[in-house]
């Protein structure tokens, strides 16, 4: 069982930066891949970032170049730093473990 708790979510404006994170419970968290993905209102969830036990990372197109995914084991925490924030970003972002378990996300709101 893996529980998933984001923070870090906010309010700033465009060109600002956030930073999420996503801390699990579980035994096994570096043996998971992890992932963040967002949904806007009167949107489907889309992919942004995902990062796997191994350290490979992907990236959505449309924040290439301006997010990071990281994790760090020890802390069983997964970050996402979103720098050039743009209206665009603004949506609930959801961190994902196997794609299976799930958070309830954090807010993102960027301000044109």
């Known amino acids: 069982q893996v529980q998933l708790v984001e923070s870090g979510g906010g309010l700033v404006q465009a060109g600002g930066s956030l930073r999420l994170s996503c801390a699990a419970s579980g035994r096994f968290f570096r043996f998971n891949a992890m992932g963040w993905y967002r949904q806007a209102p009167g949107k489907q969830r889309e992919f942004v970032a995902g990062l796997t036990s191994g350290g490979n990372t992907n990236y959505a197109d449309s924040v290439k170049g301006r997010f990071t995914i990281s994790r760090d084991n020890d802390k069983k925490t997964v970050y996402l730093q979103m720098n050039s924030l743009k209206p665009e970003d603004t949506a609930v972002h959801l961190c994902?473990?196997?794609?299976?378990?799930w958070g309830q996300g954090t807010p993102v709101t960027v301000s044109s």
């Open positions: 994902s473990a196997a794609n299976f378990y």
